[in-house]
């Protein structure tokens, strides 16, 4: 019989203040979303990092025919002993952990692979026009990068050396960039949900102070009386959840895995990434609407 007369108070709460309601699951919804998706870019992004800090930090480009420095233009493309001096000459410093050589035959194939979704752009690209490279681990990228460039830049069959983190780096402040601003446009829909949540609680509370001084006189709990007004806005948040959820959902397989075809490396996030940012969201949107509806009433709702 409580429950029943509780469930009752829940939906008269919820029919009289409608246009409220709607608006306070429509607010929780984007902000739990726009928070999930700040959340989501940072797991990509921390992903991606820590794939290509065990990468290649350093690319050494040598000369081919095609080269259009004035140093390949005049030396001609990089003979077998000229890449053997380089080569011995990486490996002898003490700044370098590995080095590997990649063919034009395999530059030329894993160009294909990463271009894989341009066709056009692959088939005026010949085998010839890629030019083969070192490609060198270093031991303190910060630190190294330019005593190691510095020793190889100019030397006879080197086109260009390439600093793959700074590239890098620019692509991690993009994303950093957007994760930023999402979070902070869902913290400023947060706290309007805060304030969406206090005056629809206090409005319910005040189209019912009649029921409440009644319920309080013939010896009603304060907790039995706070209950309906406590699951009103819980109810509130879970729609709003379940509502994000969905963007969730879409945003994960419309936006951030369309991303993974651009690269040839498996840095998406998976199921179980996306389970944890849903539910991590759940949890913020009952608590950020059950906290606010009981502190709303202890001081709205004088018991």
């Known amino acids: ?25 429509v607010v929780v919804a984007i902000s739990l979303s726009l928070l999930g998706t700040g959340l989501l870019f940072v797991k990509q992004v921390d992903r991606t990092r820590t794939y290509w800090q065990g990468k290649v930090e350093l690319s050494i480009y040598l000369c081919i025919k095609t ?21 011995s000459q990486l490996k002898a410093m003490p700044q370098v952990e590995t080095v590997y050589y990649v063919s034009q035959q395999r530059a030329y194939s894993e160009f294909k692979q990463y271009f894989s979704n341009e066709p056009a752009m692959v088939q005026d690209t010949r085998e010839g026009d890629i030019p083969d490279s ?6 303190n990228p910060e630190s190294d990068y330019s005593i190691v460039a510095s020793a190889v830049t100019g030397r006879p069959g080197v086109e260009t050396v390439v600093d793959e983190m700074t590239i890098l780096d620019k692509f991690y402040k993009l994303l950093d960039g957007a994760r930023n601003a999402v979070l902070i446009i869902a913290l400023i829909l947060i706290v309007a949900a805060v304030l969406l949540v206090a005056n629809t609680i206090r409005l319910s509370a005040f189209n019912r102070r009649r029921e409440t001084a009644i319920m309080r006189l013939v010896g ?12 009103e ?3 509130a948040g879970l729609i709003g ?9 879409a ?4 936006m951030l895995d369309s991303l993974e075809q651009y690269f040839s490396f498996n840095v998406g996030l998976s199921v179980g990434d996306l389970i944890e940012v849903i539910l991590f969201s759940m949890v913020v949107g009952v608590v950020l609407c059950g906290a606010t509806s009981f502190l709303t009433l202890r001081r709205y709702l004088r018991i």
């Open 220 to 231: 009603a709990s304060n907790f039995y009386i706070q209950l309906p007004f406590l699951l």
């Open 1 to 25: 019989m409580r429950s029943q007369f509780v469930l009752q108070e829940i939906w008269i709460g919820l029919r009289r203040n409608l246009t409220m309601t709607m608006a306070l699951i």
């Open 251 to 254: 945003v994960k397989s419309l």
């Open 241 to 249: 959840w379940a509502i994000a959820a969905g963007l969730l959902v």
């Open 134 to 139: 070192f490609q060198v681990k270093l031991k």
């Open 233 to 235: 806005g819980a109810i």
């Open 67 to 87: 080269s259009p420095q004035p140093t390949c233009q005049s030396g001609g493309p990089a003979t077998e002993a000229e890449k053997s001096q380089l080569q």
